[in-house]
């Protein structure tokens, strides 16, 4: 497709899998590298690979989106984990069915691919959090997963404003609230490359469901 397209990825230490993510990049669209602090040079190695790259000093995994979406320019926004375990190249259909009307938030719903391509403990955390999002939003959804896309004008009218994990939810809960039509495509979800920094232990995705359930309390409408 033709459309104008920019993907957010946030990264943080991810030098081992950026050539395999940019790779998958769409032709024609542009990588939003959005580094976070990362210490074995992913910057460097983004830029070096054609990447636009967003210093985002402020950690934390909203913080980088946010960072990204703001730095966008294109009519649409995708974002996707920078770790490998999604592969950029799947996107298109995921903006076509925005630029065609059929939905105004697409999210994919992660199908592993292999033994331990979603640990247990990340996958009872994602689930917990699913069920009390259709409790708050009666979206019937699978999955919060990270790879999305949407126009960059109506994301930016939902003045998220959490930078820390519950940015994805976020976007989803104040989509609903907005009456947006919110809608799933499976992906395969494969093993990420390195060590993840949030879901990675049972600690690491707690945290996150933590953070996450703090934005499900958030009255219907609430903007501050």
């Known amino acids: 497709?033709?459309?104008?397209?920019?993907?957010?990825?946030?990264?943080?230490?991810?030098?081992?899998?950026?050539?395999?993510?940019?790779?998958?990049?769409?032709?024609?669209?542009?990588?939003?590298?959005?580094?976070?602090?990362?210490?074995?040079?992913?910057?460097?190695?983004?830029?070096?690979?054609?990447?636009?790259?967003?210093?985002?000093?402020?950690?934390?995994?909203?913080?980088?989106?946010?960072?990204?979406?703001?730095?966008?320019?294109?009519?649409?926004?995708?974002?996707?984990?920078?770790?490998?375990?999604?592969?950029?190249?799947?996107?298109?259909?995921?903006?076509?069915?925005?630029?065609?009307?059929?939905?105004?938030?697409?999210?994919?719903?992660?199908?592993?691919?292999?033994?331990g391509a979603w640990p247990l403990h990340a996958r009872a955390g994602n689930l917990a959090l699913v069920r009390m999002l259709?409790?708050?939003?009666?979206?019937?959804?699978?999955?919060?997963?990270p790879m999305r896309a949407a126009r960059r004008k109506d994301l930016l009218g939902l003045n998220l404003t959490d930078r820390r994990s519950g940015y994805p939810l976020q976007m989803v809960v104040r989509a609903a609230d907005a009456g947006w039509r919110v809608t799933e495509l499976d992906v395969p979800y494969l093993p990420r490359t390195g060590k993840s920094k949030v879901t990675g232990t049972w600690r690491g995705t707690w945290q996150a469901v933590r953070d996450m359930r703090a934005v499900l309390s958030e009255p219907a409408g609430e903007r501050a």
């Open 1 to 115: 497709m033709n459309a104008s397209v920019d993907v957010v990825l946030p990264c943080l230490n991810e030098a081992q899998a950026l050539p395999w993510v940019l790779a998958r990049i769409p032709a024609g669209w542009r990588a939003i590298v959005v580094d976070n602090g990362s210490s074995d040079g992913s910057a460097e190695l983004a830029r070096s690979l054609g990447a636009t790259v967003v210093e985002e000093r402020r950690r934390g995994f909203g913080a980088a989106c946010h960072a990204g979406l703001l730095a966008a320019g294109a009519e649409y926004v995708c974002f996707c984990d920078c770790d490998a375990s999604l592969a950029p190249d799947l996107l298109p259909e995921f903006v076509q069915r925005v630029a065609d009307g059929e939905s105004d938030l697409v999210l994919g719903r992660r199908r592993p691919q292999a033994h």
């Open 134 to 145: 259709r409790r708050r939003t009666g979206l019937s959804l699978r999955d919060l997963g």
